[in-house]
């Protein structure tokens, strides 16, 4: 089942009383040039009120969920006082991603987009993790690939081009995974992640599955041997994965 946007986006505009606040987010003093350009970029992009509207419509939390941007720490969420810490260096390092991959260039979106679109992506992977613990969700399998699957599916129902953000977050992990050797060492072998390549892949496979004739050329990189069977795996995970979610997503059983 998927959700028109349209409609969804009308109902963020609606506002909400609550008797608490329901996400708290703190931006700590830039000591930096770039730390300041980051806060002004962040603040200009309205990303924090866009995950805002979206927990208060679609994901709230039973107890205030903090966000701290400025923090070395991160990007992760940290159950023992339910906050997110978000360094403003990730937004940094992002943009640099992107401008060094001629992002602009090849896409037609600039690297500061990039870098917000990859911060949302990342934003929501954390509140993925702080509404499993909220909710105590059960999770079968790794619970970074399910907070990774949660941001896709949030963005790719409620947000407004929320297929091409889940692409630059996706691509983001293409250029990191460009950045690694030819071999993992072992402590990537034991790590909760999955690798940035397989991550990149999760990503455009639930994009594809979506809308599979808008997005058919996504895969084209997949061998062609693999291809037909991974195009039609897509289609059929999106179904289960977005269904799966929409099961603790109290505004859908409304």
């Known amino acids: 089942m998927k959700f028109p946007v349209a409609a969804v986006l009308a109902c963020l505009c609606t506002p909400l009383v609550f008797a608490k606040e329901n996400l708290h987010v703190e931006l700590l003093p830039p000591q930096t040039q770039a730390e300041k350009q980051a806060v002004k970029d962040i603040k200009a992009s309205h ?13 709230p939390f039973d107890k205030t969920l903090n966000l701290v941007y400025g923090k070395d720490e991160g990007p992760l969420y940290n159950p023992e006082n339910h906050t997110i810490y978000i360094p403003y260096d990730f937004y940094t390092e992002s943009q640099h991603y992107f401008s060094e991959n001629k992002y602009e260039k090849k896409y037609g979106k600039s690297a500061n987009d990039g870098a917000l679109d990859t911060l949302l992506h990342t934003l929501l992977h954390e509140v993925g993790h702080a509404y499993i613990e909220d909710k105590q969700i059960p999770i079968l399998g790794k619970e970074e690939d399910a907070a990774d699957n949660f941001a896709t599916i949030i963005l790719l129902n409620y947000v407004d081009g929320g297929d091409e953000i889940a692409i630059s977050a996706a691509d983001m992990f293409a ?67 977005n269904d799966n979610w929409h099961r603790y997503l109290p505004s859908d059983k409304q």
């Open 175 to 241: 250029f990191e995974s460009a950045d690694r050797p030819d071999y993992y060492d072992f402590g990537e072998y034991i790590d909760e992640h999955s690798f940035d390549l397989q991550r990149y892949f999760s990503t455009l496979c639930l994009v594809y599955g979506s809308n599979p004739e808008k997005y058919q050329y996504l895969l084209d990189e997949v061998e062609k041997d693999y291809l037909k069977d991974r195009k039609d795996f897509c289609a059929e995970n999106f179904d289960v994965v």
């Open 47 to 59: 990303v924090n009120q866009t995950l805002t509207k979206l927990s208060n419509h679609f994901f």
